[in-house]
């Protein structure tokens, strides 16, 4: 493994003076050009730094969809770790891991009735084809064995586990309920329900 790091000014949601290192990586399992944004020299500088794995959500992250709340615990990472410092590992693994093109196709099933699960399920797809080696091989290349991770995903933390990362805390991100012609709530109760996510619907974070 090798990485190549620069400094740069984050820009993201509401946010547009962040700095934070943008650090590259070679030889990764899957080929994907998976990368780690270090906020505050924590991977350098923190005992047990937090750390959150984001799969990029094009739809989310950028054009801030009303179906999900990726971008905004994407921010509430950023801010988190702007104040405590971190590492976020942006990890390229579009509709848990089907794709942009079979996301819109889900998308179109999720508008017939089908939840996010049963939608990937009709297109011929595990509920979450995510692998998360190349982070654990990204942590281990930044030399970090014991973090604290951000996130709601019980397969998250139990990856990290089994990979031997030592787990401090698990911080949970806020319920981040979007109102509008499609909302997300059914989204996120579904996560709770079939995917097993440590959300707190009450825990409602405002815009």
Known sequence: MAEVRARVQLNVGKNSDIPAEIVSFRGLNDGQEHVAFVFNQADTTQTVPLIRMHSECLTGDVFHSSRCDCGE?????????????????????????????????????????MNTYEANNHLGFADDLRDFSDAVLMLETLGLSHVKLMTNNPNKLNALRDAGIEVDTVVGTHAHIKAGLVGNRAYLETKIKHGAHMLDIKKIKKP
């Open 73 to 113: 615990q994407l921010n509430e990472s950023v801010e988190a770790m702007h104040e405590q410092g971190g590492v976020l590992l942006y990890l390229r693994q579009e509709g848990r891991g089907i794709g942009l093109y079979n996301k819109i196709d889900a998308y179109v099933l999720q508008s017939q009735g």
